[in-house]
């Protein structure tokens, strides 16, 4: 199996940005930990990151993977674009968030990408990417 991670907006600066709430792990650190433990259970990940809506949405859309794991970062609160592109993908779209942002400012609590991805997984920073790899195996 080969699963995409994708990070969005603001993801290239983890480790930088807010530790308190987003942890101290670079993004370089969170993609080798995610690589690591798809491997440890078969399966391959390529890593991109943009902090473009419209580049996402070509990732997206040229991706040869089986599944994806995707943390839209603060597109997932108000872009269509976004939203429309993963309903059209004939592959499943794991949706990520490091923090619990049901429990953050108002404005996250809107998600438009939700109910278009298969699963969402969110609030326990590395381990819901984690999480999100272990449901597109199927484990």
């Given amino acids: 199996m080969k699963i995409l991670l994708l990070n969005g907006v603001n993801l290239n600066m983890l480790g930088k940005r807010d530790p308190a709430l987003y ?8 993609e080798n930990k995610v690589i ?17 809506e419209g580049e996402l949405v070509d990732i997206l859309q040229r991706t040869d993977c089986d599944g994806i794991v995707f943390n839209a970062g603060a597109y997932s609160h ?3 674009a976004l939203r429309d592109c993963i309903e059209c993908l004939s592959v499943p779209v ?5 923090t619990n942002v049901d429990k953050r400012e108002e404005f996250r609590r809107t998600d438009v990408l939700q109910e278009v991805c298969a699963a969402r997984f969110c609030g326990k920073g ?3 990417y984690l999480d999100a790899v272990d449901f597109l195996i199927g484990k």
């Fill in 94 to 98: 794991a949706e990520v968030h490091m």
């Fill in 23 to 30: 942890g101290r792990d670079t993004l370089a650190q969170l």
């Fill in 36 to 52: 690591s433990y798809a491997a440890e259970r078969g399966a391959e990940v390529v890593c991109r990151q943009s902090n473009c």
């Fill in 78 to 80: 108000y872009s269509y």
């Fill in 126 to 128: 590395v381990q819901s």
